[in-house]
């Protein structure tokens, strides 16, 4: 019984540690297709900082709120604060991504 339930911890701990698919679903295509500093501007408005990178380029940082939890008994609101980091390159395409908190 004892293995069962560790078993069934680990899939769900596993299958929790996952990405976000609504998020991959945008961003890869981005990645991809090579979309620039002035896409990103127009689709997901002004970034909330942005910085320079060692060897050229900027790297981007969103935040937005992703879902969120209520709680009892009152039922206050607790949003999930996403942290979504662009880098781009010299050419100032993006080059990569990551994301946390979504």
Do not use: H
Not at 65 to 87: D, H, R, V
């Amino acid at each position: 019984m004892q293995r069962l339930v560790g078993l069934l911890l680990a899939v769900a701990l596993i299958a929790g540690c996952g990405g976000n698919p609504y998020l991959e679903a945008s961003l890869q295509p981005a990645e991809f297709e090579g979309k620039d500093k002035a896409w990103f501007e127009k689709n997901w408005g002004t970034p909330t900082g942005k910085a320079p990178r060692f060897f050229g380029g900027e790297t981007w940082t969103y935040f937005r709120i992703a879902g969120g939890q209520t709680s009892a008994p009152f039922g206050n609101f607790k949003p999930n604060q996403c942290q979504i980091t662009l880098k781009f390159g010299k050419d100032d395409k993006l080059s990569s991504y990551s994301y946390s908190g979504c």
